[in-house]
């Protein structure tokens, strides 16, 4: 029988990020294998249908020939998916150099890259022109895909210039923008040289989001001291015009995680890794093997607790998923050489002929292999420098219905926001602090673990990424008729 609800005609939504949800890898002149991306975005937009949603992006591929884009784009098509073609020399500029050499660590608290700064000025300018040239072709394909009636929602900040090109096609474009990141402190955005005008492109769209209220005030705040605008409670105003400026905390899909462990190979997988580590607690980290994620300081952690608390050597294993990103940037080679050599070293010093305290692998899991693991694991290691979110503790609350493990968290990580009264918090940089967190979650009383879990499980489960994308597509809407009103007053 139909549901009331299915009679509503579903909103239409342009999703627009730097990536589709899907990779694709060319198998021959015009065939194409396509592969979902592992990443946060992903996951929390793969879970919502109550749109009808169309992702544009870029597919992570170079297709030079027509042939070849014709054929990608027919592929794509079936996936709702909708491609931007960049070449070779865009992306090593836009993605690789703008985004994520200036931008993702700028955001993170990490400062510009020092060589840049100080060596060419010339480097970054023709970084930023690229980045501004990809973002008018995202814009262009947006612009003709676009139907009246659409709202467009454009994700992060590879996009940041986005918004202005999309208002300069059409102004009654209704356009939402959300970043993904932390949005860090005014005293850092006003480091970068082209600080003014991404404010200001940004500034164009109807709506604009971050994860938590401290961002929101961030970026409000860089708005007042660096375009000296007026910052009001609800946004932004630039001669008379508002952007609303909010908090959306986004979540997972809750359900997937929880109705995975209940399928057959689920529970044959959580056989098989309890019988793999019976007699030890296990510790979980799972990252995208990143600065940000604070991998290294983890694992520092980890050996100072062992280093410390002897008997637990043989009674503890540290289970480190790491799947490497950006790997063509040289600080993540660099990142990964560091993390190989203190695990060689810890499993060297601690280990023993049968068994290693560390077990570390650097690749993606798939679904069901990562609840299993999640389903299994005593204590989660968030140790994140900083984090727009986290939606590693998020996923690891979902899969402890049972088990009931503890999460140490780092205060630098926005969920920290969300999940602080149940989880560990902790500072990532202070590794004996850390050390002692481990400790504790170790030996932590069954009705302490208990109270813990129900708080963050109730968060996790009532705050999905569903409740996020319709609480912001439905505020991005709601500014349409607010507008309307205004012109009709
Ligand atoms: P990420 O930095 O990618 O996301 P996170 O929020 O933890 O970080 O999401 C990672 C996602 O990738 C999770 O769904 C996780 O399961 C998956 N993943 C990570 N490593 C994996 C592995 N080895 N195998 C399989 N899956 C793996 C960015 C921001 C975050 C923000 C999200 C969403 O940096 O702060 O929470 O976007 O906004």
Redesign the pocket.
Known sequence: SERPDDRVPKQHLLVVANRLPVSAVRRGKDSWALEIS???????LLGINEFEARWIGWAGVNVPDEVGQRSLTKALAEKRCIPVFLDEETVHQYYNGYCNNILWPLFHYLGLPQEDRLATTRSFQSQFAAYKKANQMFADVVNEHYKEGDVVWCH?YHLMFLPKCLKEYNNKMKVGW?L???FPSSEIHRTLPSRSELLKSVLAADLVGF?TYDYARHFVSACTRILGLEGTPDGVEDQGKLTRVAAFP?G?DSDRFIQALELPQVKDHIKELRDRFSGRMVMLG???L?M??GIPQKILAFEKFLEENPIWRDKVVLVQ???P?RTDVPEYQKLSCQVHEIVGRINGRFGSLTTVPIHH?D?????H??CALYAVTDVAL?T?LR?????????FVACQASKKGVLILSEF???AQSLGAGAILVNPWNVTEVAASIGYALTMPADEREKRHRHNFMHVTTHTSQEWAETFVSELKDTIVEAQLRTRQ
């Open positions: 592992v990443g946060g975005l992903v996951s929390a992060d959300f993904h990141t932390p994860h986004i997972i799972v990252d995208r990143d940000i994620k998923i790491a799947v990103t692998l690749r993606s899991l798939d679904f292999a990562l968030v994140s984090d727009g979110m986290n939606l590693v503790s998020y996923e990580a926005g969920a």
